[in-house]
């Protein structure tokens, strides 16, 4: 049997998933996935019992997201601070985290049918040390080129920098707390804290979760949109001020001939965006180097 559970919704649960889909859908839905010692409490069973269920719990949500069409999911399934916890319940969690995720990688081939592409990641500082180097020696080279940092430049540095941003975010177990997830990520994103643990998620939790994205969905846009538009205003801005300077340093008067300032504004794009492919090439350089020296010693 696949790990994302083979199988269809009943007819209830496909017709409400059709109504639901009738609205705007979350395209990318990320969970904390939180309350599977409560759970275990709750049932009396052995506290790896709880998070073996967590974990089979995951694989039903995969299938039920797929089934509404929703293509990308994030999860967090264990944070630096776990490694607090005692070592029989880490490596407990670990041997679970081996067993369920490479036979969800190997499952990999047959998910890209359905458009589903996974990436398991482990959870590593925001900015390894060296790349904080770099961004350091970065950052000290454009001096000159203030505008290059920007917002939309930290997006791109980010592990996540390949998917949008999600849309939904979710915890369960009736924590109100980030507890340090996708902190950048999800400043625009619905976010929904609700009581159920996660052993327990049911289909019918995710539904009133994507209701309540819904509900929200108007707002929401707008405030992503007018967040883009400040960013793109800000952006303009700077370079318009840059021109300004550039206008003057060469003894034209502030605003300079409309022509002349606008070549000088394309070229100062086109060289930023030069600048800003360079260095994001030599982080993906240093973050390969860092993943390929961490599976060396973890191997
Ligand atoms: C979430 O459940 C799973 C992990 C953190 C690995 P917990 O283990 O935090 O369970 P609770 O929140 O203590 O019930
Ligand atoms: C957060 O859960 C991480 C995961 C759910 C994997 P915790 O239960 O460890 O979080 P805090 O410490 O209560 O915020
Ligand atoms: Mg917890």
Redesign the pocket.
Known sequence: MSWIREGELTIIERFCANIIKAGPMPKHVAF??????????KCHVE?QE??SQ?FDKLAQTLRWCLNLGIREVTV????IE?FK?SKE?VDG?MDLARQKFSRLLEEQESLKKHGVCIRVLGDLPLLPLDIQELIAKAVLATRNYNNDVSESLLDKCLYTNNSPDPDLLIRT?G?VRLSDFLLWQTSHSCLVFQSV??PEYSFWNLCEAILRFQMNYSALQKARDSYMEERRRQQMERDQAYVTKKLQQEGFASHGDSRRRWTLLQKCTAMREERIQGFLQALEHKRADFFERLCTVSA
């Open positions: 904390i996935m939180d309350g599977n010692r409560r759970y275990a409490r506290r709880g998070h967590g967090y399934a264990f944070s776990n916890r319940e969690l177990s924590e643990l996660w």
